[in-house]
């Protein structure tokens, strides 16, 4: 449960009629308790979209670091959305087909100097790229004729865009990993849009493929599943800077997926749940080796006892004479009232 406020809440099925008690969300980013139940949920919704693509490709922009958290959310969201709107029409795509080949040419030769690769190998790589620069600027030129000047972001297609915030040496560092179901683009057409996208401060453009096993969701959503690794002095910062933010942000007319769980209780899938109140403060019962918690809840203006066992899968409520058992231990090792001279004292 979530350490920081210790509350839990009262969950009532409204099929099989039993109830669980569940930890409550606090609602801060930071808790390190909290965001990790908040990822499954994310998980369980968007994982079947990225299964759903025929060619899921993850690609991964990032910009300098600053020291000021809004600034640098501002500054990439504003490039995000400019490279994405960019146009590859008759206009642009004939200069970004020539500044694409000598980007790879620069690239590499700078490679050579550094001995990572031989001269015969530039060669083979230069001419590599060259044809696949051929080959998707014949597709672009295809595509105008039939849908007019396409966007970045009509090649891409739909997909989700999950954000990650790091701090560094060199400051905040803002980014998304964007998932795309889109067919192959070039990765120096991608680093000469994104630098145009971000006035040249753009760094790091990545581009590799994803799998959709479940060990692969795994790894893809890990970036929405840990809590947000910040020295305690500049959480506030971070909690200000992503108010209202989604962590996974829908593209293209991506939807997530409305997922159905069974009950926990009865294993129907259309048993229905409902919460019923918060519990602040509670009473621990032991009874033999077994763990009992007793709460009290308003259900209809009337204000019950509730008792609940503790279960692998969680606090489930008890029902039968065992809740009887529960209260009468509970009141056996209650402190006893005062004499009603030290309530009449208290008082005056």
Same mark, same amino acid.
């Given at each position: /449960?979530?350490?920081?406020? !210790?509350?839990? $809440?009262?969950?009532?099925?409204? !099929?099989?009629?039993?109830?669980?008690?569940?930890?409550?969300?606090?609602?801060?980013?930071?808790?390190?308790?909290?965001?990790?139940?908040?990822?499954?949920?994310? /998980?369980?919704?968007?994982?079947?979209?990225?299964?759903? /693509?025929?060619?899921?490709?993850?690609?991964?922009?990032?910009?300098?670091?600053?020291?000021?958290?809004?600034?640098?959310?501002?500054?990439?969201?504003?490039?995000?959305?400019?490279?994405?709107?960019?146009?590859?029409?008759?206009?642009?795509?004939?200069?970004?087909?020539?500044?694409?080949?000598?980007?790879?040419?620069?690239?590499?030769?700078?490679?050579?100097?550094?001995?990572?690769?031989?001269?015969?190998?530039?060669?083979?790589?230069?001419?590599?790229?060259?044809?696949?620069?051929?080959?998707?600027?014949?597709?672009?030129?295809?595509?105008?004729?039939?849908?007019?000047?396409?966007?970045?972001?009509?090649?891409? &297609?739909?997909?989700?865009? /999950?954000?990650?915030?790091?701090?560094?040496?060199?400051?905040?560092?803002?980014?998304?990993?964007?998932?795309?179901?889109?067919?192959?683009?070039?990765?120096?057409?991608?680093?000469?849009?994104?630098?145009?996208?971000?006035?040249?401060?753009?760094?790091?453009?990545?581009?590799?493929?994803?799998?959709?096993?479940?060990?692969?969701?795994?790894?893809?959503?890990?970036?929405?599943?840990?809590?947000?690794?910040?020295?305690?002095?500049?959480?506030?910062?971070?909690?200000?800077?992503?108010?209202?933010?989604?962590?996974?942000?829908?593209? &293209? &007319?991506?939807?997530?997926?409305?997922?159905?769980?069974?009950?926990?209780?009865? &294993?129907?899938?259309?048993?229905?749940?409902?919460?019923?109140?918060?519990?602040?403060?509670?009473?621990?019962?032991?009874?033999?080796?077994?763990?009992?918690?007793?709460?009290?809840?308003?259900?209809?203006?009337?204000?019950?006892? $509730?008792?609940?066992?503790? $279960?692998?899968? !969680?606090?489930?409520?008890?029902?039968?004479?065992?809740?009887? $058992?529960?209260?009468?231990?509970?009141?056996?090792?209650?402190?006893?009232?005062?004499?009603?001279?030290?309530?009449?004292?208290?008082?005056?």
């Amino acid at each position: /449960m979530c350490e920081r406020t !210790g509350e839990w $809440l009262i969950v009532r099925q409204g !099929g099989c009629g039993k109830g669980r008690m569940i930890p409550s969300d606090c609602g801060d980013p930071c808790c390190k308790y909290c965001e990790p139940r908040r990822a499954r949920e994310r /998980m369980d919704h968007w994982s079947p979209v990225v299964k759903a /693509m025929r060619t899921p490709v993850q690609l991964v922009l990032t910009e300098k670091n600053g020291e000021d958290l809004q600034e640098r959310k501002k500054t990439y969201e504003e490039s995000r959305r400019r490279l994405l709107d960019k146009r590859l029409g008759s206009r642009n795509r004939p200069g970004l087909k020539i500044a694409a080949k000598e980007f790879v040419r620069e690239h590499y030769r700078k490679e050579v100097e550094k001995g990572k690769i031989e001269q015969f190998e530039l060669d083979d790589i230069v001419e590599s790229h060259d044809r696949s620069i051929d080959k998707f600027d014949r597709r672009l030129v295809k595509f105008n004729e039939e849908k007019g000047p396409q966007r970045v972001r009509d090649l891409l &297609g739909p997909g989700v865009g /999950m954000l990650e915030i790091t701090r560094g040496k060199g400051g905040w560092h803002w980014h998304r990993h964007l998932i795309y179901d889109a067919d192959f683009i070039p990765w120096s057409y991608l680093v000469i849009l994104w630098k145009e996208a971000t006035r040249r401060e753009g760094e790091i453009v990545h581009v590799g493929k994803v799998g959709k096993t479940d060990k692969d969701m795994l790894e893809l959503f890990k970036y929405t599943s840990k809590h947000w690794e910040i020295p305690e002095s500049k959480k506030q910062e971070l909690r200000d800077a992503i108010k209202g933010v989604k962590r996974v942000l829908p593209l &293209g &007319g991506a939807k997530p997926v409305d997922v159905q769980h069974p009950c926990p209780l009865c &294993g129907d899938i259309g048993c229905k749940a409902g919460y019923v109140d918060h519990v602040e403060e509670f009473e621990i019962v032991h009874l033999g080796r077994k763990e009992y918690r007793v709460c009290g809840v308003a259900e209809d203006d009337v204000y019950r006892r $509730l008792c609940f066992e503790k $279960l692998e899968s !969680g606090w489930i409520e008890v029902i039968g004479e065992t809740v009887y $058992l529960i209260l009468r231990e509970l009141a056996c090792h209650s402190e006893p009232a005062p004499p009603a001279e030290a309530l009449q004292i208290a008082l005056i």
